[in-house]
């Protein structure tokens, strides 16, 4: 089970780069690092997936070390809509997930001041 | 296209009961996972079907059971409800069509209270 570990929360003001960053020390070569954002009384919404090195779309940037141990999502200028819990998963996306699927772990909650 | 659609959205129990949870994926989506969420234990992995087949399982109690049908439409079921089973029950479809990307689109949830 490749396990995730992440702060439990964070603060930022409106206008400021978020970094979060994800240990996954354990993880397997057929693993893929994923980004969920989740607001209260919704269900998750995907942010940003990657495999190594950097990934970024319209939203969103995802660092990946070489080593692949750990992750770093990078919100660029967020605003208060920003407030949310943000999940950082690993697992073989090709097969639903591996034996465990998909896992969860209790994520970061990111606050966003003004 | 339609987003993941479940039914329904809240739903009271009493101990003992049981209850059937329905999920309806993107059209075309081929697999379908179940989560259960509540606030001790965070997002937590119950299954995942894909074209009928149950492929993957979390850590749950055999009281915990789904299905998918042809349409890839799929139901869970929990029997003997326990007041622990008091969640908000996530569905999430994906296509799952491989080539190193997979996205799951998560359906609003039902929130389950078991009294």
């Known amino acids: 089970l490749a396990k995730t570990t992440q702060p439990i929360s964070m603060d930022s003001y409106e206008g400021q780069e978020v970094n979060i960053t994800c240990s996954h020390n354990?993880?397997?070569?057929?693993?893929?690092i994923t980004w969920y954002q989740q607001f209260p009384s919704q269900g998750p919404r995907f942010i940003i997936q990657g495999y190594k090195t950097k990934v970024t779309n319209e939203v969103a940037s995802l660092f990946i070390p070489a080593d692949r141990k750990s992750s770093t999502l990078s919100l660029p200028r967020v605003s208060l809509s920003d407030t949310a819990v943000y999940y950082c998963l690993v697992g073989d996306i090709n097969s639903g997930g591996g034996a465990d699927g998909l896992t969860f772990g209790k994520g970061t909650h990111l606050i966003i001041q003004p | 296209k339609a987003g993941v659609t479940q039914t329904p959205r809240y739903l009271i129990k009493t101990r003992g009961q049981q209850v059937t949870l329905s999920c309806s994926p993107i059209s075309g989506h081929r697999s379908v996972s179940w989560y259960q969420q509540t606030p001790g234990q965070g997002l937590q992995f119950l299954f995942e079907y894909f074209s009928e087949t149950q492929r993957n399982k979390g850590n749950f109690p055999g009281r915990f059971s789904g299905r998918q049908f042809s349409n890839s439409r799929s139901e869970m079921n929990v029997s003997t409800l326990e007041l622990g089973d008091s969640a908000l029950y996530l569905c999430a479809s994906s296509s799952n069509s491989g080539g190193g990307y997979n996205e799951q689109f998560f359906g609003p949830g039902t929130r389950l209270t078991v009294l």
């Open positions: 354990n993880i397997a070569t057929n693993d893929y």
